[in-house]
């Protein structure tokens, strides 16, 4: 499809019919069904609440996330992968075992350093599973959904990228229908690593746009 220009000049994919199980009807209920199940759980002593919020962190930064690290890994160092993500994504991503509700149909988008992709699902939390795991908070909340739109710069610029002018900045609309997932660019310095070396690299935002990878020095410093 065709993108569109966004308020302020960016270019924006149309956001297309979310269907009916789109979760934007349905979140609200689904909701309030599993807060009412955490409390009578930690009411009753069964779950320790600090425990869950760390199981849930676990899920949504790390476990969840090394899937897509290992699809833009192998796509840095195999480039007829890489083409082959880029033509389907849904079976080159299928191909390393990742697939599943909320990735059936998946689309890809290259960063370059003209072109620069951030994803958002304004009207609820579309997201790609199979290959990110839960999303963020924040991800899910408002303001972002808004803002992406509205002020992406701004957004990019909180999560601590800062692009360029001459840099493209294109905002895709998640749906119920297709879900996006970020190449980004591969870090200088990275031609001799392995591709869990490479893996490592990625990070979840990088992965939605709102971040960039990480630099071979600062990987190896986080362990």
Known sequence: MNSNE????????????????????????????????????VEKGYVDPGALDVLIE???????????????????????????LLDDATAAIASLGYQGRQGEHMVVLENTPAV??????????????????????????????????????????EFGVELSAEVELRVWDSTSEIRYLVLPMRPPGTADLSEDALAELVTRDSMIGTGLPKAPAAARESK
């Open 6 to 41: 966004s308020h302020d000049g960016e270019r924006q994919h149309p956001h297309s019919d979310h269907g009916e199980d789109h979760a934007g009807s349905a979140l609200p209920e689904m909701d309030l069904r599993v807060r009412a199940l955490e409390s009578l759980l």
């Open 116 to 157: 620069h992709n951030m994803v958002v699902c304004t009207l609820c939390s579309c997201y790609p599973w199979p290959v990110l795991g839960l999303p963020p908070v924040w991800y899910k909340s408002a303001p972002y959904r808004s803002r992406a739109v509205i002020d992406p710069r701004g957004v990019l610029k």
């Open 58 to 84: 676990t899920y949504e930064r790390k476990v969840g996330p090394r899937n897509g690290a290992r699809v833009i890994a192998r796509a840095w160092r195999d480039p007829m992968y890489k083409q082959w």
